[in-house]
């Protein structure tokens, strides 16, 4: 499966008139992410912070950050493949740059989730920011 650009994803959400259809878009989004193999489902790849299990494997290759991500509710798999569709496979100083809170923004999600899921979204920006500051 091919990952929607941001760009993508902000103007199939304008499409949708309350905010029922994103969450069903953002759940089909999530559907279609590649999980995890059940050997990589370990503690040492969860993100610490998340009221769901969220497992995150990087690989640095070509310059480029890739990513797997998993989770075990679909609702996160879905906010996992918005945060995919801004940082998989761009170069550690794209991924720093990157505006992520304009974004967020933009979809206007962090409105219309829990505070404690805007939490654990938080903490996985945090991770592959981290990642990325690494490299």
Known sequence: MSLPTTDEILEDLEFLDDWEQRYQYIIDLGKALPG??????????????CQSSVWLVSQHKDDKL????DSDAVIVQGLLTLVM???????????VA???DR????LDL???ITPTR????????GKIQATAKAH
């Open 118 to 125: 805007g939490n654990g979204l938080r903490a996985i920006v």
């Open 98 to 100: 990157f505006d992520i």
């Open 66 to 69: 890739h990513f797997q991500v």
């Open 36 to 49: 995890l193999p059940a050997e990589q489902r370990r503690e040492e790849y969860l993100v610490p912070g």
């Open 85 to 95: 569709a801004a940082y998989q496979d761009k170069t550690p100083a794209e991924i």
């Open 110 to 112: 962090e409105n219309h």
């Open 103 to 106: 974004y967020f923004n933009q």
